[in-house]
Every structure is written in structure tokens, then in C-alpha cells.
């Protein structure tokens, strides 16, 4: 623990209580959930050391809905590119020496569990708790909720046991889940 006179040290990379302590996990789902990618880059271009980060501002600014934005700057934040402040429930812009390897780690995962999802390889079976099955690379895997957490049957989960967040297989299933009938989203 280190205290400076007048600054404030927040060690954890997120103030919300996601699924396993990485921001890695938080990242990729909010990249699932957004149907454009180029929302990341446009309030990254907005950044330009504020204090505070004004969500509907951004919004506003960039035609983007808030829910985008927030998106973003939890993709930025695994990128060590925000932080979050807890006092004021408020992102911020600051850089940190970060390893960006994992960030792009996390896009060949986020590719294969679309794709997953293209290819209709998801079967959920049970709907609450989750239990579903994956068609992948001529296996299946199977997804469980187990004690609120999904947990998949594959060789990278087995390996990382949650800890470089979800697996392609777990990402899909989510996805499928939160949107069991694929719609039109709104313009
Ligand atoms: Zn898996």
C-alpha cells in the first residue's frame, strides 16, 4: 500500500464487482456487446487528460449512445488507458506502463467467440443456471454456471482457471444467453 499527501492510490483495476479480478474478462464482454468497434477509438481520441470523464458528454459529442461510451472506457481501462475513480463513480484519463500484450490477446478470443456464434455452435440447454454446449474445433465443450461463475470444459480454461478471464467458448455462451433471439439492433 502506498499513500501520497493529497493523492489517492485505487489498486484495484475496477470498481464493479465483475466475474474474477481481471480487467481482461470486464473488456471482453464489453467488446461482445458492442456492435461497433470504432466507438473505442472515437472516445479514445477523446481523451485528453480530464479529471473527469463526462459519459453523456461523450455521448453527445461523439453520436454515440452512453452505454457505447461506458463500453469504451471499460475497454480503455483494461488497455491501462482510464481509471476508474471511486469517490466520484467517474472514469478519467490517465496512462499506465501498461503490458498491452494481454488487451491484444483479447482480440483473436473475441474474433473465435463470434465466430462461435456465427457458426451456431451454441446450444444452451438450461437457461438459469447455465448450461449450455459449444461445437468447437470438432469437440464440444461443455459451459456451466457454477457458484455465479461460468466454467468451461476446454484446455485454455483448465489452464488459466478464469484468471485471463473468459474463454471463447464462456464468451459465446454469455453473448447467446443475454440475446437468445438474434434481432436487428437499433440503428
Ligand atoms: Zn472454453
Not at 471511486?86 to 506502463?97: D, E, K, S, T
Amino acid at each position: 500500500m502506498l499513500s501520497f499527501p493529497g493523492a489517492r492510490l485505487t489498486l484495484a483495476l475496477s470498481a464493479e464487482p465483475w466475474r474474477g479480478f481481471s480487467g481482461e474478462g470486464q473488456a471482453l464482454r464489453a467488446l461482445m456487446r458492442m456492435d461497433d468497434e470504432r466507438a473505442v477509438s472515437q472516445v479514445r481520441a477523446q481523451l485528453n487528460w480530464q479529471s473527469v470523464l463526462d459519459t453523456g458528454a461523450l455521448a453527445t459529442t461523439l453520436g454515440l449512445t452512453a452505454s457505447s461510451v461506458e463500453d469504451s472506457l471499460r475497454i480503455l481501462g483494461a488497455s491501462g488507458l482510464v481509471g476508474f475513480d471511486v469517490a466520484q463513480g467517474r472514469y478519467f484519463h490517465r496512462v499506465l506502463p501498461f503490458d498491452l500484450s494481454s488487451v491484444e490477446d483479447m482480440h483473436p478470443r473475441l474474433a473465435d467467440a463470434r465466430e462461435l456464434m456465427v457458426q451456431g455452435a451454441v446450444r444452451v440447454v438450461n437457461a438459469s443456471p447455465i448450461d449450455a454446449e459449444v461445437q468447437s474445433g470438432g469437440t464440444v465443450h461443455s459451459v456451466r454456471e457454477i457458484d455465479g461463475e461460468l466454467r468451461c470444459t476446454c484446455p485454455w480454461y483448465a489452464k488459466h482457471q478464469g484468471e485471463r478471464g473468459p474463454c471463447k467458448h464462456v464468451l459465446a455462451v454469455e453473448a447467446t444467453a443475454a440475446s437468445p433471439a438474434p434481432t436487428e439492433s437499433a440503428p
